[in-house]
Every structure is written in C-alpha cells, then in structure tokens.
C-alpha cells in the first residue's frame, strides 16, 4: 500500500488528491520500478502516481490497449 501521506498530488497534472482520515477518497494508479542493471537509470527507484483522468489518457496512447480482467473483489 501507499505509504501514508498528509497530501498526494497527481504527478501528471499536480491534482491533489482527496485524503480523508489517511484514506483515498478517490482511486489512483500508483507507478513503481526499481530500474536495474540493463537500463540507463543503474538501480533507481522511480515512482508516481496518476489521476484516473490522467491514467485513460496515458494508456489512450498505447499501440496495445492494456489487459482487462473483471474482479469480483477488490483485494
Ligand atoms: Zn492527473
């Protein structure tokens, strides 16, 4: 899970995020890599967020849309 912050900002469009009480009040996409050895970012850890607004649009540009797979629960 997200570590716990006072305010989360969308790292596309600087949107803040609703937090109430420590809970997103509205969901997000969270971006994680640790680049390793056979890229040019030698062992960096690069993380984000994204808006849902910002995430349709950064996937509306994909060649191949991504994967859907209904989920009856939510984990
Ligand atoms: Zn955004």
Redo the contacts with the bound molecule.
């Keep these: 899970m997200m570590k716990e912050k006072r305010e989360l900002f969308?790292n596309?469009?600087?949107?803040k995020i609703r937090i109430e009480n420590g809970i997103l009040r509205e969901d997000v996409f969270e971006g994680k890599k640790v680049w390793g050895y056979f890229s040019d970012k030698d062992a960096v850890y690069h993380s984000f967020i994204?808006?849902e607004?910002?995430y349709d649009k950064m996937i509306s540009g994909f060649s191949i849309p991504v994967e859907e797979t209904a989920v009856t629960e939510l984990i």
Excluded at 12 to 15: E, L, S
Aim: aromatic residues 0%; glycine residues 12%; proline residues 0%.
């Design positions: 969308c596309a469009c600087g949107k994204l808006c607004e910002c």
